[in-house]
């Protein structure tokens, strides 16, 4: 495939082991399909290698649960592997190239294939990781540095975020994680460095990626950060902004770190003001003025950023909020596993605050419970961490009575924790309507919203912002602000029809396969290449 001397060519003679990933998931050929399907959430994958007797013998992907699994309806806690895996496993020896793993694929009419070593599994590679990684180091091609890069790992790019970070419980903290987890499996940049920012008086047990943190309210924290990074051997910084982040009126401490900073930033924006108080607005054109690039997740957030606070386009890049990787499933395969069989589930999730419009939803109840007994609406999450520390469970509390009030305990329940990812996960797949709420108008972005459209929910959403896109897509359907009755006609007519009730599944997840973390990670890489000018 291609030429021998030219470029395209010797990246296509590049050994396969170079553009896989390795320690591939793995299960026993005995184990149930629930099994795998929680694998691929925890994981992020799409497919999991079968063993016998610890020997790789075939692969269950996503097709084959969908073909063989959820079509069939057939009982997830019940169902083997053995019984609906792809076999014999077509595989190919670590050393061989990415000419010929491509030619194997396309001659098998498969995209995914088992590599190995001396006989033993060594990874996985598919056909999108091959196209996609020799395609964006094609582009590269007499680019300096970033061309010597296919070949050299010291001349890889190595990216600094700036951002919350787990174990603290923030939603910027998860989806930078994903982001970086993403980042690090294309396996294009060095291991990733964190600059972790710690709420007031908060101590966290962090990875060992995390190499410096942040004191909110310590503006010298944010200058010291600065100078760490400037002596280090970080190429780019990626600075995930959100106002409450940051100590200061309007997170103005930031400012302090992007000031001192002698590094080329990119910066993420969770939040973009339409009409912003004037300390809010001086913030916001500050980190403009030094960011080289920056990322909104809504095409919105370009025009507001360029009509609003007079922002030169080519500044400004739209690259999605991202998404998990999921099997596609039917709300019924899942219920029974958590104890919700019979039900018609709704749900909404997330860190709990005021701003959530939760109470909206609530009221929307009564009427829908008239129609449809079995509706029960889970409200998922804990109260957010800052919201607790001022105000307690105060607004969970006016949830719960407001509940009472209306006589509908049996039709609303509470999971009042942080939950893992594969959990939530199962919770959605298990949904059957989810309702966004929120009662304004400004939101930019919304990761629950990302993870419904990946799960294939039929979604109900006031037009925020970041949902005006996707309702205008057909992928969701609109509610009005704080208008309990609005919710209660657009539930209905989700569930009173079939089709259309299918047909808003099938559409979200559709709309969010190009979403999904691998193509929005691919998305940064290549933004933090031009950054640099290569």
Known sequence: MGESGSYLGKLLDLPVSTNMKTDPPTVSIISTVSRVVDIMIRENVGAVVALENGTPVGIITEKDLLERVIKPQRDLGQTLVRDVMSSPLISIDAGDSIGRALDLMRESGIRRLAVVEDGDLVGITTERRLLEVAHGRYLMEGMGAAKAAVFDDSSKLKVAFVSTYPPRECGIATYTQDLVDSISNLQVLKPPVIIAINDRGGHYDYPREVRFQIDRERVESYVKAAEFINTSDVDVVNLQHEYGLFGGVWGKHIIALL??????????????????????????????????????????????????????????????????????????????????????????????????????????????IKKEPRTLYLVIGETHPEVRKQEGESYRRQLMDLVESLEIEENVRFVNRFLPKNELLRYLQATDVYIIPYPNKEQISSGTMLYALSTGKAIVTTPFLHAEEVISEDCAMGCEFRTPSSITESVMNMLRNDNIHKGYEERAYSYSRSMIWPNVAMKYVNLFYETLGL
Not at 265 to 291: K, N, W
Not at 304 to 322: C, F, M, S
Not at 324 to 339: E, H
């Open 259 to 368: 000031d001192q900073l002698e590094k080329p930033v990119v910066t993420t924006l969770h939040t973009v003001l339409q009409e912003p108080v004037l300390d809010a607005r001086r913030v916001m054109e500050e980190i403009l003025q030094y960011s080289r690039h920056a990322v909104v997740m809504a095409r919105v957030g370009l025009v507001i950023l360029e009509q609003n606070y007079w922002t030169l386009a080519d500044k400004v890049r739209y690259i999605p909020h991202g998404c998990p990787n999921v099997p596609y499933i039917g709300s019924g395969l899942l219920k029974p596993s958590l104890g919700l069989d019979g039900r018609v589930v709704l749900s909404t999730f997330g860190l709990i605050s005021k701003g959530k419009g939760i109470e909206y939803a609530i009221e929307a109840l009564p009427s829908i």
